[in-house]
């Protein structure tokens, strides 16, 4: 489980700024893990989790970064990304509404893992596997033009200017997502934070992405498929209005 911290012994790094295991130094500024888990939740990771795994994505188990194998995990379907997936409400909404997709989900947060973990066993999906880390480890390990749909909803907003850098909609991030990414393919950003809007609309198509549904009414509107997470939910109960932007990969 990734309860390790910055600064803690594992995160040791060399003068190239690698850890032992030849991983970049990656900052992550999130949580790992919340109030304690519910024994049931804590049964779902020990039981569930490994087998849902997409594969070896992280640093030790895979120094060499070698691919992940999606025809092994998915066969012929298209592979969906779901960045940050929170609870997994979305995730497990757009797995049992599209059994033509597979969906590889990847969260640091253990509480959010285990309450995805929930939900799959009351559903009847097998086209779920879970990172339980950071998705730029997933990228790493994904095939160039393999993912055919991308969802990054409610990313964390870090609202302080000198945190925006931080933000998932950064060069470092969105590179590696389009490179990951099939020409033509979509990437949905949900956002309730009008200036993650600024930089979101500033950064994506830097990185090789162009805007649809671009009017003003539909930065407003919800997709037709959309499923409210638990995140918009607080959003909307503290006053603030969800965007919707959507873009597609160029090439
Ligand atoms: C504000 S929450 C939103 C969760 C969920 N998408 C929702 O709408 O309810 C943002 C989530 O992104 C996750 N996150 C932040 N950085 C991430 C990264 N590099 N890779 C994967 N998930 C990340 C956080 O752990 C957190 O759970």
Same mark, same amino acid.
């Given at each position: 489980?990734?309860?390790? %911290?910055?600064?803690?012994?594992?995160?040791? /790094?060399?003068?190239?700024?690698?850890?032992?295991?030849?991983?970049?130094?990656?900052?992550?500024?999130?949580? !790992?893990?919340? %109030?304690? *888990?519910?024994?049931?939740?804590?049964?779902? *990771?020990?039981?569930?989790?490994?087998?849902? +795994?997409?594969?070896?994505?992280?640093?030790?188990?895979?120094?060499?970064?070698?691919? &992940?194998? &999606? #025809?092994?995990?998915?066969?012929?379907?298209?592979?969906? &990304? =779901?960045?940050? !997936?929170?609870?997994? =409400?979305?995730?497990?909404?757009?797995?049992?509404?599209?059994?033509?997709?597979?969906?590889?989900?990847?969260?640091?947060?253990?509480?959010? $893992?285990?309450?995805?973990?929930?939900?799959?066993?009351?559903?009847? /999906?097998?086209?779920?596997?879970?990172?339980?880390?950071?998705?730029?480890? $997933?990228?790493? $390990? *994904?095939?160039?033009? +393999?993912? +055919?749909?991308?969802?990054?909803?409610?990313?964390?907003?870090?609202?302080?200017?000198?945190?925006?850098?931080?933000?998932?909609? /950064? #060069?470092?991030?969105?590179?590696?997502?389009?490179?990951?990414? %099939?020409?033509?393919?979509?990437?949905?950003?949900?956002?309730?934070?009008?200036?993650?809007?600024? #930089?979101?609309?500033?950064? $994506?198509?830097?990185?090789?992405?162009?805007?649809?549904?671009?009017?003003?009414?539909?930065?407003?509107?919800?997709?037709?498929?959309?499923? +409210?997470?638990?995140?918009? #939910?607080?959003?909307?109960?503290?006053?603030?209005?969800?965007?919707? &932007?959507?873009?597609?990969?160029?090439?």
């Amino acid at each position: 489980m990734p309860e390790k %911290k910055p600064g803690s012994a594992d995160h040791k /790094t060399d003068a190239a700024g690698k850890h032992a295991s030849g991983a970049p130094w990656r900052n992550f500024y999130g949580r !790992f893990k919340g %109030k304690t *888990l519910k024994d049931s939740q804590k049964t779902y *990771l020990e039981e569930d989790l490994a087998a849902l +795994s997409p594969g070896a994505v992280g640093w030790e188990e895979n120094p060499e970064r070698t691919n &992940l194998d &999606l #025809q092994a995990l998915f066969g012929d379907r298209e592979v969906w &990304l =779901e960045v940050g !997936f929170g609870g997994g =409400e979305h995730l497990v909404h757009q797995a049992q509404n599209n059994p033509q997709a597979g969906i590889i989900g990847a969260e640091p947060y253990i509480n959010g $893992v285990a309450m995805l973990l929930g939900k799959i066993r009351k559903a009847t /999906t097998n086209n779920i596997a879970i990172h339980p880390g950071d998705a730029r480890d $997933v990228m790493d $390990v *994904l095939p160039e033009q +393999s993912i +055919s749909r991308a969802f990054l909803l409610y990313p964390d907003p870090w609202p302080k200017t000198r945190h925006h850098r931080r933000r998932f909609v /950064t #060069q470092e991030h969105l590179k590696p997502l389009a490179t990951v990414l %099939k020409p033509g393919a979509i990437f949905r950003v949900a956002t309730d934070i009008p200036d993650y809007v600024r #930089q979101t609309l500033e950064e $994506v198509p830097k990185a090789g992405f162009e805007r649809i549904r671009a009017s003003d009414a539909e930065l407003h509107a919800c997709w037709d498929d959309w499923i +409210s997470t638990r995140y918009e #939910q607080k959003a909307l109960r503290e006053g603030r209005t969800p965007h919707y &932007l959507t873009f597609r990969r160029l090439g």
